[in-house]
C-alpha cells in the first residue's frame, strides 16, 4: 500500500462487521450510508454464520461460558479455552453492530434455559467473575434483558484502588488487574450507552482513573510495564488487554462524555504509533489459543485489518484533538487534560 487510498480500499474490502466501522470512523460517511453496510452483518458473513449457528434454546455450543459437555470430558480438548459457548458469541454479534432485534426472543430464552458453570446460577443475573458480569451487563442492554441487579454489582465489587479483579471474590487478590478492569469499564459503558442509565459513570470515572494514574501501561509500585501483554496487539483480543484496545476504549468513552483525550494517555499513543507499519498497517500478534467457530482475522504476523481499523481510529482521534489545541495561541501540542 502506498497511499492512504490504498490502506482504506484495503481496509473496505472487508466482511461487513469491520467495513462499517471503517466507513463510520475513518471514512465519515453519511448515517445511511454505514447504517445499512451495518445490516449486511446479520446476512453476511461473521455475523450470519453465528446466528446461524445458535441452538433453539437460545445458546450457543450448548452452554454459557463454557460448551455443553467441557467439564465432564465429553468435549473434545484442546489448547486454551474454547470461545464457540454463549457468551463470546453474542460479545461478538454485539461488538459487530448486529441489531438486537435479529436475535428475537434470545433473551428470554436464554432467562429460561442457560446457567452459570458457577453454582448453577441464572443467566442474567451474573456471577462472580468481573469480565463475565462485564460482558452479560452489556449484552443484556443490548438484548433488552434486566440486568439493572447485576449494574449494582460493579460499585459493589469495586476494590480500593478504583479498579476490578476477577480473583478477588476467591481472596486471591486485593489490588486491581488492567485486565478485569477494561473489561469492567467496556461493559459499563456499554451498558450506559444503550439504556442511557448514568447510574454507573461515576463508578466508571473512577474505574479509568486507575488506567490513567498508570497511564494505561506502567506498575504503580515500580514505574515498570506491567507485562509485555500491554505491547502485543491481537485480534480477537477476548479478555486480553493491551495498549491499543485500551485507547480504543478510552477514545469512546471520550466521544461518549464528550470530554477532550487526557493527556496521560501520550505514552500509549506512542507505543501505538511506532508499532505502526510504513504501510499504515498493524501486524497480528500471538493469536489467543482455543476453538473457535471460524477464523475472523489473520495468523500471527500478518497485516490485521482489525487492529488497523482499531489503530487509525484511535490516532486519528488523538490527533485531531491535539490540532485543535495546537491551533488555539500559546497551547501546546498536547491535548488538554
Known sequence: MTSTDDLYAWLLDADPALRWQ?????LDAPRDHWQATRSRVATEGFGAALLRAQDPDGQWAGGSFFPAGFFDGDEPRQPGQPWTATTWVLRDLREWGVDAAVLGDTA?????????????????????????????????????ADVSGLAAWFPAHQLEDGGWNCEAEEGESTRSSFHSTLNALRGMLQYEQLTGDVGLRASRHRGQEYLLRR??????TTGALVGDFVVRFVYPNRHRYSALIALDYFR???????????????????LVREAR?????????????????????VDEGSPSKWLTLFGSRVLRWWDAASADVGD?????????A
Open 22 to 26: 471503517v466507513e463510520r470512523d475513518l
Open 108 to 144: 428470554a430464552r436464554l432467562a429460561a434455559n442457560s446457567r452459570w458453570d458457577y453454582e448453577d446460577l441464572p443467566y442474567w443475573g451474573g456471577e462472580v467473575d468481573v469480565c463475565i458480569n462485564a460482558y452479560t451487563l452489556a449484552t443484556g442492554a443490548w438484548l433488552g
Open 215 to 220: 497511564r494505561l501501561m506502567y506498575r504503580a
Open 252 to 270: 469512546d468513552a471520550a466521544l461518549h462524555d464528550g470530554v477532550a483525550p487526557d493527556p496521560r494517555l501520550s505514552d500509549a499513543v506512542d
Open 277 to 297: 507499519r510504513p504501510d499504515g498497517t498493524w501486524l497480528q500478534s500471538t493469536p489467543l489459543a482455543g476453538r473457535t467457530w471460524f477464523p475472523v482475522d
Open 328 to 336: 488555539r495561541p500559546g497551547s501546546t501540542s498536547r491535548p488538554p
